[in-house]
């Protein structure tokens, strides 16, 4: 089946730094991937649709220069969360849709606790 | 805009019992893709059930079944022989046709198994 696979799953940084997170579709090619942040025992709130070759789309709230998403192949888009600070701190998920037509679901990566210290 | 209600946020079954979890959904469509995701306590998103709007029978899946009320616009989550490994947050959640559309969750609902 579709995996998806997020590195890394938990990360602990100091504030003012900027920390990556990848999200790679391992046994398909998705030219769409999404990114979610969750708080504890919360849904989960679409961040931004991230498309192969093209500038993502950010949902109303989120600041574009704030969370840098990059999706430079079919298998790999990026979450960079610029000067971090201790408000940033939650879980992170991507996903992205099985090939197969619109009728597939979306398959999530395990997620990234990232905590700002 | 489309929008997922899930009333409940807690619920409580004891293990072997059959426990029903709410949702509604409001939409416009009249063609679209329901989906009920299970996250245990390592919150990894697992996919339980799916159901196509356009047709009428109710998705199964094992012990998960679903109760899709399209005219009512209600889409709720069975579980039949509740298991300890049931418990965990679950997410309703909307889709409209399009390969990338995007899901709309509902803000979920924990069930505990009580053994």
């Known amino acids: 089946g579709a995996v998806v696979s997020q590195h890394p799953s938990w990360v602990i940084c100091k504030s003012g730094t900027s920390v990556k997170i990848e999200c790679r579709s391992l046994?398909?090619?998705?030219?769409?991937m999404f990114w979610y942040r969750q708080f504890p025992k919360q849904s989960l709130m679409l961040m931004a649709t991230s498309n192969e070759g093209s500038k993502a789309t950010y949902e109303q709230g989120v600041e574009k220069d704030k969370f840098l998403i990059n999706h430079a192949s079919l298998t790999l888009s990026t979450l960079t969360v610029t000067s971090a600070h201790p408000e940033d701190s939650s879980f992170y998920i991507c996903s992205a849709s099985a090939p197969g037509g619109f009728n597939q679901p979306q398959h999530f990566g395990d997620g990234t606790r990232l905590s700002i210290l | 805009a489309q929008t997922v209600t899930q009333s409940q946020p807690e619920m409580s079954v004891q293990e072997a019992e059959t426990v029903t979890l709410s949702c509604t959904y409001d939409t416009s469509e009249s063609d679209y893709y329901l989906f009920w995701y299970k996250q245990p306590p390592s919150r990894q998103m697992i996919l339980v059930i799916r159901q196509e709007a356009y047709k009428q029978q109710n998705a199964t899946e094992n012990r998960f079944s679903v109760n899709f009320q399209k005219a009512a616009k209600s889409f709720s989550l069975k579980i039949s022989d509740s298991q300890l490994g049931d418990a965990a947050m679950y997410f309703c959640?909307?889709?409209?046709?399009?390969?990338?559309?995007?899901?709309?969750f509902g803000k979920g609902i924990t069930l505990s198994v009580r053994p």
């Open positions: 959640a909307y889709r409209t046709t399009g390969a990338n559309s995007k899901l709309t």
């Open positions: 046994d398909f090619q998705a030219t769409t």
